[in-house]
T-cell receptor, first 114, second 114 residues
């Protein structure tokens, strides 16, 4: 069974540029999460999808961040424009449902904003 | 609000030493508790879990017991191996409106020397 796939693995951009991250969850997993992980910190939830619906986006900075999950499968997370403080690892995870105790994480995208 | 506090690392041990990584939590109600592990270059993966008080989670020689009276979920292993070198995250998930959302501690880096 393939795991959660994320791309790119690494991205370096200049501040004020846009950037997008892509996530393909495990087949059949209805719930998808995007997390932000700063250096030396644990992951923090940005947004959770149940199928194609964003059901918890309270921690997503909506002035510059946006996300979508078309057809309830793949998801993209976008930042526009990027700021220096956005440098971090962006993690995607999926689970069968919100009732499932186990989330499966992708390897993450490490973003560096210069 | 809900939160998780872990002992700070890094922790450096010799092979076959005893490991304890402390974790305490603050939560309303009775959350489920988890330990996730992140090996170098890989995504987070669930190590063990406990869903109610006095439950003991165990996997790969690691154990943790859900202690409601001390709000703790300490991770232990009797004899660590070099292959256990990783970052360990304690996490909780409440059973209320944000069920399924994980709140992580900052992580504890473990290095095991031969």
């Amino acid at each position: 069974e393939a795991g959660v796939v994320q791309s790119p693995r690494y991205k370096i951009i200049e501040k004020k540029q846009p950037v997008a991250f892509w996530c393909n969850p495990i087949s059949g997993h209805n719930t998808l999460y995007w997390y932000l992980q700063n250096l030396g910190q644990g992951p923090e939830l940005l947004i959770r999808y149940e199928n194609e619906e964003a059901v918890d986006d309270s921690q997503l900075p909506k002035d510059r961040f946006s996300a979508e999950r078309l057809k309830g499968v793949d998801s993209t997370l976008k930042i526009q424009p990027a700021e220096l403080g956005d440098s971090a690892v962006y993690l995607c995870a999926s689970s069968v449902s919100r009732d499932s105790y186990e989330q499966y994480f992708g390897p993450g995208t490490r973003l560096t904003v210069t | 609000g809900n939160s998780v506090t872990q002992m700070e690392g890094p922790v450096t041990l010799s092979e076959e030493a005893f490991l304890t990584i402390n974790c305490t939590y603050t939560a309303t109600g009775y959350p489920s508790l988890f330990w996730y592990v992140q090996y170098p270059g890989e995504g987070l993966q669930l190590l063990l879990k406990a869903t109610k008080a006095d439950d003991k989670g165990s996997n790969k020689g690691f154990e943790a017991t859900y202690r409601k009276e001390t709000t703790s979920f300490h991770l232990e292993k009797g004899s660590v191996q070099v292959s256990d070198s990783a970052v360990y995250f304690c996490a909780l998930s409440d059973h209320g409106g944000s069920q399924g959302n994980l709140i992580f501690g900052k992580g504890t880096k473990l290095s095991v020397k031969p």
